[in-house]
């Protein structure tokens, strides 16, 4: 089955405790990216990778990195977390062509912040 | 201003009834429209997408590109109470398509 899986779906955590999201497709797609969503703001793109070792920033990347060493898997870190990075987390796969930009969305990591 | 703007709604309609979900946008180099849609609690799915002026419909959803006034819309034909959801316009501003811009999402509530 065509997924694109994050890892935890739920956390937890202290200000100030490096903590890393996994996200992993099994479609083969070159693009992936990272969205937060907050109520009112709706989803904001946070990095993007076009393909292993080439990412940019969306419009949020303060507070966060992300690397693309495979093309499956695309972490996103946060090396200090704070409480205004409580958010709902999601992971995103396209294909390059076919019916282009069509977004595969993962199932969303929650994340809390104390 | 902000780059996408939609109605957050609740926007009610009765069942069968024609709902119609209004997005604009400010950057005029955007090149590609996006509705996705989202159930409470889920992640956002692709309803359609659309690049060029006027209408593209599959099935019951028409969406609609007005360039020139920086505007989509998607039409709901028929509505059914299970397409009660959030349905969020997105933008992308760059040619590759990765670049994307969401609005905050339109509540739409269909009611038996």
């Known amino acids: 089955e065509a997924q694109v899986t994050q890892n935890p779906r739920y956390l937890i955590t202290v200000t100030g405790k490096k903590l890393t999201v996994t996200c992993s497709q099994n479609?083969?797609?070159?693009?992936m990216s990272w969205y937060r969503q907050d109520p009112g703001l709706g989803l904001r793109q946070i990095y993007y990778s076009m393909n292993v070792e080439v990412t940019d920033k969306g419009d949020v990347p303060e507070g966060y990195k992300v690397s693309r060493k495979e093309k499956r898997n695309f972490p996103l870190i946060l090396e200090s977390p704070s409480p205004n990075q409580t958010s709902l987390y999601f992971c995103a796969s396209t294909a390059l062509g076919g019916r282009a930009y069509e977004q595969y969305f993962g199932p969303g990591t929650r994340l809390t912040v104390t | 201003q902000k780059e996408v703007e939609q109605n957050s709604g609740p926007l009610s309609v009765p069942e069968g009834a024609i709902a119609s979900l209004n997005c604009t946008y400010s950057d005029q180099g955007s090149q590609s429209f996006f509705w996705y849609r989202q159930y409470s609690g889920k992640s956002p799915e692709l309803i359609m997408f659309i690049y060029s002026n006027g209408d593209k419909e599959d099935g019951r959803f028409t969406a609609q590109l007005n360039k020139a006034s920086q505007y989509v819309s998607l039409l709901i034909r028929d509505s059914q109470p299970s397409d009660s959801a959030t349905y969020l316009c997105?933008?992308?501003?760059?040619?590759?398509?990765?670049?994307?811009?969401f609005g905050p999402g339109t509540r739409l509530s269909v009611l038996p």
């Open positions: 479609m083969n797609h070159e693009y």
């Open positions: 997105a933008v992308n501003r760059d040619n590759y398509g990765q670049n994307f811009v």
